[in-house]
């Protein structure tokens, strides 16, 4: 019941995740197609450091909540589940206030490093949103605990229609000022959306208070270290959450340098950064919506049966995941390699000009293998966290960050490479880290991968999907609807030939958010699955 319980809940998460996604991706598109690729580099500009600040602001302490909180009310102790959420709401106030101050002080700073000190006021209307996301994570781990995923999805939801609204209207209240001030204007809808979203769940939680009187009550039993235990289960998550945004820093510091140490003009290394951060890594992100909720799903389940003992089901269970990894992964990356100027071209067209629709996809292209490790990585450190090993996942992507850190320098500075060193150094990153996972994960569970099931079965499926979409090509359709059927081809001929091959199995679809109606839909259908 309680595996049923949390994929239940991965599912709302991953559905809500998803929409934001789509959402936010087509808001890209919009705001690209209003204040040009060098407005979206103004506007991309601040997330570094506003990612990173939020990490070390808030990060681990929302898994803490919703884990501290799910212990005292499976005992029966709301009171003391809602104490919980009291203090560790009063350290993020706080930790939030002295973040957003923080980077409103160091805007110019950041701004200059990052080879655009035009980009400043971005930093200072972005910062008041690192508070509201504070306060915001203090109520979602406590819903989370409770295992009531639906007010985090709602909020979610609220943000990404607040972004649009707001961001996109104060965008274009604000773009005849200049492209500068219309990225502010986005920006400043950001800051708007986390206000609403954290208003959202507040409201939620004033509801669910009103309506338990428990909650009021003092807690049966204290909590015993409440400080020592929220600590000790937040700074590791912490440590491994700064990993990320510390990869955008990177990419911030670097990017923009390097290229106007080639010889190109500041707006030139803009745009060339905008086509990257704006039009690009948003596509790459979109898959991983799917692998995350996997990595979610094996968390709990991996954590049970190592404390039932069960080695065998451990083994299962581990491999299962891993081989939805490889099987989403490749195919998400083959996809998206073949499909590269398509997409970009379907997407931007309007939005950019030629050359920044062809340099954005030769970036996508050589960037979609990032997808298939990026969804190891993922799922590799799900495995690992429910083995109680959060540490490896974080050494092996610290290691990948060093990598590409050193890539991007010596890369993006060769005059025949430029803004695509940036792409290559992603996809080693994402290889060093999804290796390290993996050599942990297969040590720590003793599981021995099947080429047939591994390499071989998503090889053969990969292979005949690049068949059904290169074939397409040649029908003449227009770009739009040459786009939809191949993609709708490809994934049609994917799943047919995994089933034929019995690349896929009842026990792999039920980790899957959505699973088992996946399952019941495939029965009946008649269509063989093991």
């Known amino acids: 019941m309680a595996k049923r319980s949390f994929v239940?809940?991965?599912?709302?998460?991953?559905?809500?995740?998803?929409?934001?996604?789509?959402?936010g991706m087509f808001y890209r598109i919009w705001l690209v197609g209003l204040i040009g690729t060098e407005g979206a580099a103004f506007y991309q500009s601040p997330y570094a450091l506003y990612s990173f600040l939020l990490v070390l602001s808030s990060a681990g302490l929302p898994t803490a909540i919703s884990k501290m909180v799910s212990e005292q009310s499976a005992r029966g102790n709301p009171a003391a589940a809602r104490l919980i959420l009291v203090k560790t709401r009063r350290i993020l106030f706080f930790t939030g206030l002295a973040a957003s101050?923080?980077?409103?002080?160091?805007?110019g700073a950041a701004a200059s490093a990052t080879g655009d000190p035009r980009s400043a006021p971005g930093f200072v209307a972005l910062a008041p949103?690192?508070?509201?996301?504070?306060?915001?994570?203090a109520y979602r781990g406590y819903f989370q605990g409770m295992e009531d995923m639906a007010p985090t999805a709602l909020s979610q939801i609220v943000e990404q229609l607040g972004k649009v609204l707001f961001g996109f209207g104060l965008a274009i209240a604000l773009r005849p000022?200049?492209?500068?001030?219309?990225?502010v204007g986005a920006i400043l809808g950001v800051t708007i959306s986390e206000l609403l979203g954290f208003a959202c769940m507040f409201i939620k939680y004033l509801l669910h208070r009103r309506g338990s009187k428990d909650l009021n009550a003092e807690p049966g039993k204290p909590v015993e270290r409440l400080y020592a235990r929220l600590f000790s289960i937040a700074i590791p998550i912490t440590i491994g959450a700064s990993a990320m945004p510390i990869v955008s820093i990177a990419d911030a510091a670097l990017i923009q340098n390097r290229l106007q140490f080639l010889g190109y003009s500041v707006e030139q290394a803009s745009r060339m950064y905008g086509a990257f951060t704006g039009m690009v890594i948003p596509i790459i992100n979109m898959p991983a919506v799917i692998t995350l909720a996997i990595s979610m799903a094996l968390v709990p389940v991996m954590s049970g049966l190592q404390g039932s003992g069960d080695t065998a089901g451990l083994r299962r269970a581990a491999g299962t995941g891993l081989k939805l990894a490889f099987l989403f992964g490749s195919a998400a990356a083959v996809g998206l390699g073949l499909l590269a100027p398509q997409i970009i071209a379907l997407l931007f067209r309007g939005s950019a000009e030629g050359a920044e629709l062809l340099l954005g996809g030769q970036l996508l292209a050589v960037l979609s293998p990032a997808v298939f490790f990026l969804s190891v990585v993922q799922v590799t450190t799900g495995i690992l966290q429910g083995l109680g090993k959060p540490f490896q996942p974080v050494i092996t992507l610290l290691l990948g960050i060093a990598l590409k850190i050193a890539l991007n320098y010596i890369l993006i500075g060769l005059p025949g490479v430029h803004v695509l060193g940036a792409a290559y150094s992603t996809i080693a990153c994402y290889a060093v880290a999804a290796v390290g996972n993996l050599y942990f994960v297969l040590r720590s569970t003793g599981l021995r991968l099947s080429l047939s099931a591994y390499i071989l079965r998503p090889a053969l499926a990969a292979g005949g999907m690049a068949l059904a979409v290169w074939g397409l090509r040649?029908?003449?359709?227009?770009?739009?609807?040459?786009?939809?059927?191949?993609?709708?081809?490809?994934?049609?001929?994917?799943?047919?030939?995994?089933?034929?091959?019995?690349?896929?199995?009842?026990?792999?679809?039920?980790?899957v958010p959505g699973g088992a109606r996946l399952i019941r839909l495939l029965s009946a259908l008649r269509l063989p699955i093991r």
């Open 8 to 23: 239940a809940g991965a599912a709302i998460l991953s559905v809500a995740g998803l929409l934001g996604k789509f959402v």
């Open 101 to 107: 101050l923080l980077m409103a002080a160091l805007a």
């Open 129 to 137: 949103a690192i508070f509201f996301v504070c306060l915001m994570s």
């Open 177 to 183: 000022q200049g492209v500068i001030w219309g990225a």
């Open 474 to 511: 040649f029908l003449g359709l227009s770009p739009l609807l040459s786009t939809v059927l191949s993609v709708c081809a490809g994934v049609l001929v994917y799943g047919t030939l995994l089933l034929g091959l019995g690349g896929l199995s009842r026990e792999d679809l039920s980790f």
